[in-house]
């Protein structure tokens, strides 16, 4: 422990070659002693354990009240097809949001490799911390233990591209790090491992329980981190966390039938003491926390990129992409209580369509509206498909005369009863279901739909953008980057 501080001590003086953040924080005082107090409302993506909060009070229409301009950056996609210049922020780019005292402010990552805390009311940029590579993931807030000094109070633990000038074979890939809040200082960086994966990246959200990180990083390895600074230590020339655990979220077969690509982009959830997993290796995995090993495994065979969502009634919602597979891709509702051979509630077919890179199916991760419903009205479930689409159904009921292919063509499963369909054109964002309101993005723009107890859907507002990201809510307004390279705040001008 002793050496631990030390190192730890040491390391500040090391910061200085590693953080570039510039800081304009008005409630940093000269000694760097904190002077408010704070509340962290959307610390992760999804905003919860349960991926399935998504803020309160949305608005009733989508006027600009202010937009701020991300830039644009570099970024590498291949030694052989070169570098892109992208603009704004992507999927998945959902801002992470903390009030303090009587003010509230957003953290976003961006393309033009910063990570920036704004202000949310006038938009105005606090601090930036650069990456060496454009920042898609969302990051996850982590409230430290009082025991840390005030300015490390809350750590922002967020990842990025693998770094320009950086390839799959470069020796060091230090994509995934941890920032302070308030000062946008570095606090460590984790060297992402060279695996069977083609990636090194690190696009997911962390789920932190007991002080203890959770994260799925883009090599695909389960990785179990201490993010306590105070346990971290040089390696490398970098101040690194202690790993606690790492487990593939792959086989051997996967490699080859994916040919690498088993990049692991979620982001887990929790039911009661198991932590579930999508790969896009073509599993859901169950990681059981008392036993700390593999325990459920239900394979789909597809590309998987969307986290799976935890519903009222304990079971799974996971996006499948149409990729590696015959039929149709789609979104599952897995029973996790089951084995994986008997866990299908039911799956819901969406169109087959090329898109960009796409051949169909669901890239983002779906929405329910069990957060806010008290057991009085129906439960709804939302996604946003590469089809253009987006369908709302009921997520506790079955289409009684209606089965449909899996995507594998092996078994034919029950379907979910569709209610309510419309085209908002290719979208990999993912939508929000509140308790009458419903906001889904995509390349088109973002809409703003009202619905009542009777299920009827009524069009209130749409923004035209390119939107890639998911957006949040707070008190009647949106948050939400898109790819034209802004920020905007949506909501009804005064």
Known sequence: MKISCIILL??????????????????????????????????????????????????????????????????????????RIWAGAGWTGQPLLIKEDSSMFLIQGAYDHHLKKIHAETGEIIWQYKFDDVVKGTGTIWEAPDSFPPENRLIILQGSRLGVGNYLDTKHIPSYRAISYYSGRELWRLDVKWTDSYSRDADGSALILNDTLYIGLENSLLTIINPSPYHASLKDGMLQPEIIQEIKLYTKTDVINHKNNVVTESSPCLID?????????????????????????????????????????????????????????????????????????????????????????????????????????????????????????????????????????????????????????????????????????????????????????????????????TPIVYNGKVYIASRNGYFYCLGKKM
């Open 273 to 469: 003491s198991i932590i579930y997993i999508a790969s896009g290796s073509g599993h859901v995995f169950g990681y059981n926390l008392n036993q700390k090993k593999l325990v459920w495994d239900f394979y789909v065979g597809s590309d998987i990129d969307g986290s799976a969502i935890v519903t009222h009634d304990k079971c799974l919602l996971v996006s499948v992409e149409k990729q590696y597979i015959e039929g149709n891709g789609g979104a599952f509702k897995l029973d996790p209580s089951k084995p994986p051979e008997d866990a299908v509630v039911w799956y819901l077919p969406t169109g087959d369509i090329k898109y960009a890179s796409w051949e169909g199916g669901i890239v983002g991760s779906g929405a329910v509206n069990d957060h806010y419903n008290n057991g009085e009205t129906t439960y709804l479930a939302a996604f946003s498909a590469i089809d253009g689409y987006l369908y709302v159904v009921m997520h506790d009921s079955i289409d009684a005369i209606r089965l449909v292919d899996g995507p594998r063509k092996e078994y034919k499963y029950p379907a979910p009863r569709v209610v309510f369909k419309y085209k908002i054109g290719n979208s990999i964002s993912t939508p929000l279901l509140f308790e009458d309101k419903l906001i889904a993005a995509s390349y088109a723009g973002i809409y703003l739909f009202e619905y009542d107890s009777d299920l009827n859907f009524k069009l209130l507002s749409k923004f035209p953008a390119t939107f890639e990201s």
């Open 10 to 83: 040491c390391s500040f003086f090391l910061q200085s070659f590693f953080c570039t953040a510039k800081s304009n924080d008005p409630n940093r005082s000269g000694n760097d002693t904190i002077l408010t107090t704070e509340e962290v409302i959307i610390p992760t993506f999804l905003g919860n354990e349960q991926r399935n909060f998504y803020g309160i009070n949305p608005p009733d229409t989508l006027e600009v009240l202010w937009k701020l301009y991300l830039g644009k950056g570099e970024t590498i996609i291949s030694r052989k097809l070169g570098s």
